[in-house]
Nanobody, 126 residues
Framework: QVQLVESGGGLVQAGGSLRLSCAAS????????MGWFRQAPGKEREFVAF????????YYLDSVKGRFTISRDNAKNTVYLQMNSLKPEDTAVYYC???????????????????WGQGTQVTVSS
């Protein structure tokens, strides 16, 4: 069973940067992709980005394109989310997730993911 632990969240001023890390243990590569989601107070959980383990292919929420970069280090079983030019609307709890075993469908929805981390808080002040 895959276990995921996020870290790197914190408080930052608008325009600043943070890098989130997701350390994975267990059968990491049984997941087709790793994703980042976020949930702001009073809002539904929202897809942010995913990366495929096999070829490194990525996809992003439109509002974070050009500002966020998802990457992975296969040797370390770790996925990252580099967040630049942060805005107050980026404030949320950020969750790392691993897709269901052998999943090959849509990866921009929480339904595709079976493994979830505990979340890390990102707060962006204006």
């Amino acid at each position: 069973q895959v276990q995921l632990v996020e870290s790197g969240g914190g408080l930052v001023q608008a325009g600043g940067s943070l890098r989130l890390s997701c350390a994975a243990s267990g059968r990491t590569f049984s997941s087709y992709a790793m994703g980042w989601f976020r949930q702001a107070p009073g809002k539904e959980r929202e897809f942010v980005a995913f990366i495929r383990w096999s070829d490194g292919g990525t996809y992003y929420l439109d509002s974070v394109k050009g500002r966020f970069t998802i990457s992975r280090d296969n040797a370390k079983n770790t996925v990252y989310l580099q967040m630049n030019s942060l805005k107050p609307e980026d404030t949320a709890v950020y969750y790392c997730a691993g897709s269901r075993n052998a999943w090959r469908g849509v990866l921009s929805t929480a339904t595709a993911y079976a493994y979830w981390g505990q979340g890390t808080q990102v707060t962006v002040s204006s």
